[in-house]
């Protein structure tokens, strides 16, 4: 199974690397890019472009290597790349005057650094021994780990829908304000940037609960499993209300630190107040973020694929496009607040479904 996934990452991998490449410039149009940003897009995603196989499988085989019992190599492989991303950068862009170029450049020689840590771990397993022929793609373990890895590409691929239509409506209804088309779309990139760490530490929190919920669901220790599944919601919530709080109240010091300047009062003004808006709900949004993982966990996908096709699909989307009709610009993050919310709902009402469920079991 590990040796497929593996090809399948590295296959996959350079497949969307050669498709971005190919069409490069209509799915940057796609994603809303505005005249003034596309040759710096272009030239930033021309390059990146080479590091997509190289991400796709340290972020793939990452998750084998913490099963092996080797979370500390495995975060080791990801921080090496990081720092040494945080090296190049300056050196590239200023030391040896490559602009964005060298930025991009640092990134995909820091992808390549980590995919090599990763890929070196093979000869390692503690687990099991790898041959030639495990890394023969077979059709059965394809299938399998595409039927369990069908919700996250469900949430993924719809987060993608989801930035497609919001950042071509920040740029329409951008032009009709006094922002632009290109300082809501700056703004919102940012504050989608910040976001990550509310989600980093969430996805921490996920990855470190779903082998517990899955083991004792197995075992069919639903006791374990509620309690596990308690404590990690109640993490959750404490960790999304200490986040709320940083983005609610020091919103300008956080998007600050991403390289704007107080005199940029225009951007600043929009930023702080997207921020504010769109990660209203934060509070609330680790609830619904660790169902979508925990049913898969326990053999229901078919639950956390609903959970993110609704949030993003059937409620996200529509109102990206309705909201805005009503409220110009904040209507993108009235979208989201309402979304968020309505998807809080969804995720509580297939909980308590499921705990019910578990106590009839466990009777």
């Not at 209804?173 to 922002?179: D, L, N, P, Q, T």
């Not at 596990?228 to 200490?242: P, T, V």
């Not at 983005?247 to 225009?266: A, R, V, W, Y």
Request: hydrophobic share 55%; aromatic share 14%; proline share 4%.
């Amino acid at each position: 199974m590990a040796g497929t996934a593996a090809v399948m990452l590295v296959i996959s991998g350079v497949i969307i690397s050669s498709l971005v490449r190919i069409f490069l410039e209509p799915l940057l149009i796609l994603f809303g890019t505005t005249d003034n940003i596309m040759p710096y897009a272009a030239e930033y995603a021309r390059i990146t472009s080479f590091g997509i196989p190289f991400l796709r499988f340290s972020t793939g085989i990452n998750p084998l290597i913490r099963a092996d019992r080797s979370p500390g190599y495995s975060m080791a492989a990801v921080i090496s790349g990081a720092m040494l991303n945080l090296i190049l950068d300056p050196i590239f862009i200023f030391v040896l005057d490559l602009g964005i170029k060298g930025a991009a450049w640092a990134t995909v020689i820091s992808q390549l650094l980590s995919a090599l840590m990763m890929a070196v771990y093979f000869a390692h397993f503690k687990s099991v021994r790898y041959e030639l022929s495990d890394f023969i793609s077979i059709w059965k373990e394809m299938g399998y780990i595409c039927k369990l890895g069908f919700n996250a590409f469900i949430f993924q691929f719809s987060n993608l829908l989801v930035q497609i239509v919001m950042n071509n409506t920040l740029r329409a209804y951008g032009e009709k304000s006094i922002y632009g088309g290109d300082t809501p779309i700056a703004a919102a990139g940012i504050v989608m940037k910040t976001s990550v760490i509310f989600f980093a530490m969430i996805n921490g929190l996920i990855n470190g609960a779903q082998p517990i919920c899955s083991y004792n669901y197995g075992a069919e220790k639903y006791d374990r499993v509620r309690d596990a599944i308690r404590l990690f919601m109640k993490s959750a919530i404490i960790i999304s209300a200490i986040m709320w709080i940083l983005f609610e109240f020091f919103p300008k010091p956080l998007i600050s630190l991403f390289g704007s300047t107080s005199d940029d009062e225009l951007y600043l003004g929009f930023a702080v107040s997207f921020m504010r808006k769109y990660l209203f709900f934060t509070f609330i949004n680790g609830v619904q973020i660790c169902s979508v993982t925990f049913f898969p966990a326990i053999e229901k996908a078919s639950k956390g694929t609903i959970l993110s096709f609704t949030k993003q699909l059937v409620f996200r989307v529509p109102l990206l496009l309705i909201m805005p009709l009503f409220f110009g610009l904040d209507g993108v993050m009235y979208a989201q607040m309402m979304s968020d919310l309505l998807s809080f709902s969804l995720a509580v009402v297939l909980l308590k479904d499921e705990f019910r469920k578990m106590s009839k079991h466990a009777l």
